[in-house]
């Protein structure tokens, strides 16, 4: 959950579609009936505690067999150890989304409540992934998945109230937060890697978000790009906002063209850009969406924050001049190790005894008791590499069958949430009817790779002069450094010479496939990243990184002290796309019909929502838990 369209840009977009209303690869290709990661291939893991585990982490082997077995061939045990545990809610999926459930559950029924949260991962948290190092006696952290709260006052009200009873003050973590800081709405000065046809790189910084946009001078920094000086003049003219790339058409066929075409197909046919010209507006398309332009509408695109907006006519190019401001160019928040800080908050609510304090100032720093996760004692237990294989009402009770360790078991409970990928739902419910799950399989989590890598020395990071760099056509779409918010219990990294840790992103198949839909795509992308080695990734990741920073004394083998991998097959949850998915009338999209009320079971997560952001996981929650105490 990374960057979300500004309110206000899309707002005004969605007013002016009124407005206009009102005036090469089949996909049968990736159908594996097995893990595809063989023996020789496991990646490593290394750490004790959880956060500070290294190697490939997210989907990390060992989280995803069982899974994998029920939902592609077929297969779970025949027979379940029954514990004899009873619970009055059991909550499948240990992510934002579950934690919220048994939260909500917890506040309506009372602190008494027996609660079990099962999750098939290491860890808790989902996507809200916390990596942390320690380095010449300091500690470092890193963002795994889940990056930030974005527009957090337009959150619900239900979604405040939670986050601050957990003691999160919007207002205090703003001051937190560097305003400079990419993932936090700076961008100031942004450096661009590019390659040309010939082989010539080069790095450029400067204030490159705000040329996007008419906001600073574009001319000095498109002068320096290695590229033909015919290709640098299409590029000023259309970012100079004064040509009208539509010329001619009425304002209902504008929308059409803008809702039908690919952003790719507008840039190389109406603009006239080459091809590499305009991956330049990849990066951040890949970031939200896992591919590039040529997978989404010229609507989808601008709407995201990529240049296009002045450059379609009236009334989209007062927008640009009206709401597009490039020191605001994004509004969100961000904890030192991203939204898993929400998720450490909830935990230690939940089960008070894992960690000390009881505010958002000492929990940066708080170090969690992983063996009172799950004892007795307590109501509320997180089982962790537990995965569900089966969940079934029977009789007045919903038994949930999983598999922990390797070892078969069974628990039952008076209501269950799930908090779990939408499409392994139909295998854990096959009694469910034919349409809803179809509902839940028609969406396909958008792949991602985030990247954390712990260097003995910044000084050469800190010498490229740009926090974060755009990598059109890089391994990796976008490199920066992990957030610099600075808490009462943690301070980021400052001197020079300090320890630093690089975050980067990688969206695996940058272009979409021809012939195959988003979805395709994605699954496409999916088996991709399950395919390729931990040496593979790292070996990738130290020469992007030479490539940005040797010419700053940067040495790879030298100052990389750690690089953890956090793979994302199943990455944000699936959101329509205009050049894909049909029109669908409010209350019958498939994850409205997949969400559906089951009986004593419910289902929260981001994908019931249609919406990769914490807002919308702690909605589902709120909704799945209502429905089930109604």
């Given at each position: 959950?990374?960057?979300?369209?500004?309110?206000?840009?899309?707002?005004?977009?969605?007013?002016?579609?009124?407005?206009?209303?009102?005036?090469?690869?089949?996909?049968?290709?990736?159908?594996?009936?097995?893990?595809?990661?063989?023996?020789?291939?496991?990646?490593?893991?290394?750490?004790?505690?959880?956060?500070?585990?290294?190697?490939?982490?997210?989907?990390?082997?060992?989280?995803?067999?069982?899974?994998?077995?029920?939902?592609?061939?077929?297969?779970?045990?025949?027979?379940?150890?029954?514990?004899?545990?009873?619970?009055?809610?059991?909550?499948?999926?240990?992510?934002?989304?579950?934690?919220?459930?048994?939260?909500?559950?917890?506040?309506?029924?009372?602190?008494?409540?027996?609660?079990?949260?099962?999750?098939?991962?290491?860890?808790?948290?989902?996507?809200?992934?916390?990596?942390?190092?320690?380095?010449?006696?300091?500690?470092?952290?890193?963002?795994?998945?889940?990056?930030?709260?974005?527009?957090?006052?337009?959150?619900?009200?239900?979604?405040?109230?939670?986050?601050?009873?957990?003691?999160?003050?919007?207002?205090?973590?703003?001051?937190?937060?560097?305003?400079?800081?990419?993932?936090?709405?700076?961008?100031?000065?942004?450096?661009?890697?590019?390659?040309?046809?010939?082989?010539?790189?080069?790095?450029?910084?400067?204030?490159?978000?705000?040329?996007?946009?008419?906001?600073?001078?574009?001319?000095?920094?498109?002068?320096?790009?290695?590229?033909?000086?015919?290709?640098?003049?299409?590029?000023?003219?259309?970012?100079?906002?004064?040509?009208?790339?539509?010329?001619?058409?009425?304002?209902?066929?504008?929308?059409?063209?803008?809702?039908?075409?690919?952003?790719?197909?507008?840039?190389?046919?109406?603009?006239?850009?080459?091809?590499?010209?305009?991956?330049?507006?990849?990066?951040?398309?890949?970031?939200?969406?896992?591919?590039?332009?040529?997978?989404?509408?010229?609507?989808?695109?601008?709407?995201?924050?990529?240049?296009?907006?002045?450059?379609?006519?009236?009334?989209?190019?007062?927008?640009?001049?009206?709401?597009?401001?490039?020191?605001?160019?994004?509004?969100?928040?961000?904890?030192?190790?991203?939204?898993?800080?929400?998720?450490?908050?909830?935990?230690?609510?939940?089960?008070?005894?894992?960690?000390?304090?009881?505010?958002?100032?000492?929990?940066?720093?708080?170090?969690?008791?992983?063996?009172?996760?799950?004892?007795?004692?307590?109501?509320v237990r997180i089982r962790l590499?537990?995965?569900?294989?089966?969940?079934?009402?029977?009789?007045?009770?919903?038994?949930?069958?999983?598999?922990?360790?390797?070892?078969?078991?069974?628990?039952?409970?008076?209501?269950?949430?799930?908090?779990?990928?939408?499409?392994?739902?139909?295998?854990?419910?096959?009694?469910?009817?034919?349409?809803?799950?179809?509902?839940?399989?028609?969406?396909?989590?958008?792949?991602?790779?985030?990247?954390?890598?712990?260097?003995?020395?910044?000084?050469?990071?800190?010498?490229?002069?740009?926090?974060?760099?755009?990598?059109?056509?890089?391994?990796?779409?976008?490199?920066?450094?992990?957030?610099?918010?600075?808490?009462?219990?943690?301070?980021?990294?400052?001197?020079?010479?300090?320890?630093?840790?690089?975050?980067?992103?990688?969206?695996?198949?940058?272009?979409?496939?021809?012939?195959?839909?988003?979805?395709?795509?994605?699954?496409?992308?999916?088996y991709q990243l399950l395919e390729?080695?931990?040496?593979?990734?790292?070996?990738?990741?130290?020469?992007?990184?030479?490539?940005?920073?040797?010419?700053?004394?940067?040495?790879?083998?030298?100052d990389i002290e750690a690089i953890?991998?956090?793979?994302?097959?199943?990455?944000?949850?699936?959101?329509?796309?205009?050049?894909?998915?049909?029109?669908?009338?409010?209350?019958?999209?498939?994850?409205?019909?997949?969400?559906?009320?089951?009986?004593?079971?419910?289902?929260?997560?981001?994908?019931?929502?249609?919406?990769?952001?914490?807002?919308?996981?702690?909605?589902?929650?709120?909704?799945?838990?209502?429905?089930?105490?109604?």
């Open positions: 959950m990374t960057i979300r369209n500004p309110i206000s840009r899309r707002d005004f977009l969605d007013g002016v579609a009124l407005t206009v209303v009102s005036a090469a690869l089949p996909p049968l290709a990736f159908a594996q009936t097995s893990s595809p990661l063989s023996k020789n291939q496991q990646p490593p893991i290394r750490g004790d505690y959880p956060p500070e585990r290294t190697g490939m982490r997210g989907n990390h082997p060992g989280a995803f067999d069982d899974a994998h077995a029920l939902a592609r061939n077929g297969e779970s045990p025949t027979a379940f150890h029954d514990t004899g545990e009873e619970y009055d809610l059991v909550v499948v999926g240990g992510g934002i989304s579950g934690l919220a459930a048994a939260l909500f559950f917890q506040q309506a029924r009372g602190v008494g409540q027996r609660i079990l949260i099962l999750d098939n991962h290491d860890d808790f948290g989902g996507h809200a992934k916390r990596n942390e190092f320690h380095t010449g006696g300091k500690m470092l952290l890193g963002v795994g998945g889940s990056t930030n709260l974005e527009y957090p006052n337009k959150y619900s009200d239900v979604a405040k109230d939670l986050l601050s009873g957990l003691g999160v003050d919007f207002k205090q973590l703003k001051r937190a937060n560097d305003p400079d800081y990419f993932f936090a709405g700076g961008t100031r000065e942004t450096g661009m890697f590019v390659k040309s046809q010939t082989g010539e790189s080069a790095l450029i910084t400067g204030r490159w978000f705000g040329a996007f946009h008419g906001k600073a001078d574009a001319k000095p920094l498109v002068d320096q790009l290695p590229y033909p000086r015919s290709e640098k003049k299409k590029l000023l003219k259309f970012l100079g906002g004064k040509w009208d790339y539509l010329a001619g058409r009425s304002m209902f066929e504008r929308s059409e063209y803008l809702s039908s075409t690919s952003y790719r197909d507008f840039l190389t046919s109406r603009v006239g850009l080459a091809p590499d010209t305009a991956s330049l507006f990849d990066p951040a398309l890949l970031l939200n969406f896992s591919v590039g332009g040529d997978g989404l509408s010229v609507n989808e695109a601008v709407n995201s924050g990529v240049p296009g907006l002045s450059a379609i006519g009236w009334p989209w190019g007062l927008a640009e001049r009206l709401l597009v401001d490039e020191d605001n160019l994004y509004e969100a928040l961000l904890f030192p190790d991203g939204n898993a800080t929400v998720a450490r908050l909830m935990v230690r609510r939940l089960i008070p005894g894992v960690a000390e304090g009881n505010s958002m100032a000492d929990i940066a720093a708080a170090r969690f008791d992983y063996s009172k996760l799950d004892i007795a004692a307590s109501p590499n537990s995965t569900a294989v089966k969940v079934r009402e029977e009789g007045e009770t919903v038994a949930v069958s999983y598999i922990q360790n390797g070892k078969p078991a069974r628990v039952r409970a008076k209501h269950c949430v799930l908090a779990c990928f939408n499409m392994i739902i139909p295998h854990l419910c096959p009694e469910m009817t034919d349409e809803q799950k179809d509902g839940l399989k028609y969406g396909s989590k958008a792949p991602f790779i985030w990247t954390n890598v712990l260097l003995r020395d910044g000084a050469a990071i800190r010498r490229a002069a740009a926090e974060t760099i755009l990598c059109p056509q890089g391994y990796y779409c976008i490199v920066s450094k992990a957030p610099p918010v600075t808490l009462a219990d943690f301070s980021p990294p400052g001197e020079q010479t300090d320890p630093i840790v690089v975050f980067m992103v990688r969206a695996p198949i940058r272009h979409k496939i021809p012939d195959m839909t988003i979805r395709d795509h994605y699954r496409a992308g999916r390729t080695p931990f040496s593979e990734i790292e070996t990738a990741t130290k020469a992007q990184l030479m490539d940005l920073y040797g010419r700053y004394g940067f040495d790879a083998e030298r953890t991998v956090n793979r994302w097959s199943h990455g944000y949850a699936y959101t329509y796309r205009e050049l894909d998915d049909p029109d669908f009338e409010k209350g019958a999209f498939p994850h409205e019909i997949g969400r559906r009320k089951f009986g004593r079971i419910s289902i929260a997560n981001s994908d019931s929502e249609a919406r990769a952001y914490l807002d919308a996981a702690i909605d589902a929650a709120w909704r799945a838990v209502t429905e089930q105490l109604a």
